[in-house]
């Protein structure tokens, strides 16, 4: 089992940035995948970035691709999300999320392919 927690969010102007951390506790986490996704007010969860166990792949949502990095420190147990260049429509609650799946091809991007989450946590950019 695996337990993930957001780091805090926050209040941040447009062309801001914004880095997120989820810390991870339980067995396992260095082996599985691990995603970002956000939902915004009145919308569905959506997928924003994903990284392989190892972190030497990662796939991101158009819309915030050449913004956003995720990345991984497996000997920390942290996953992380760089957000640069906010803009309002990223204000969100964002969510950190582990998969112990593997599908040939898969970019871990459908909320099916994952059995943990954290709580989420707000993200607010202001124009």
């Known amino acids: 089992q695996v337990q993930l927690a957001e780091s805090a969010g926050g209040l941040v102007e447009a062309g801001g940035s914004l880095r997120l951390s989820c810390a991870a506790s339980?067995?396992?986490?260095?082996?599985?995948?691990g995603g970002w996704f956000r939902q915004a007010a009145g919308k569905e969860r959506e997928f924003v970035a994903s990284?392989?166990?190892?972190?030497?792949?990662?796939y991101y949502e158009d819309s915030v691709k050449g913004r956003f990095t995720i990345s991984r420190d497996n000997a920390k147990n942290t996953l992380n999300l760089q957000m640069n260049n906010l803009k309002p429509e990223d204000t969100a609650v964002y969510y950190c999320?582990?998969?112990?799946?593997?599908?040939?091809?898969?970019?871990?991007?459908?909320?099916?392919?994952?059995?943990?989450w954290g709580q989420g946590t707000q993200v607010t950019v202001s124009s």
């Open positions: 999320a582990a998969s112990n799946r593997y599908a040939y091809g898969s970019t871990w991007s459908a909320e099916s392919e994952y059995q943990f």
């Open positions: 339980g067995r396992g986490f260095s082996s599985f995948a």
């Open positions: 990284i392989t166990w190892s972190g030497d792949k990662t």
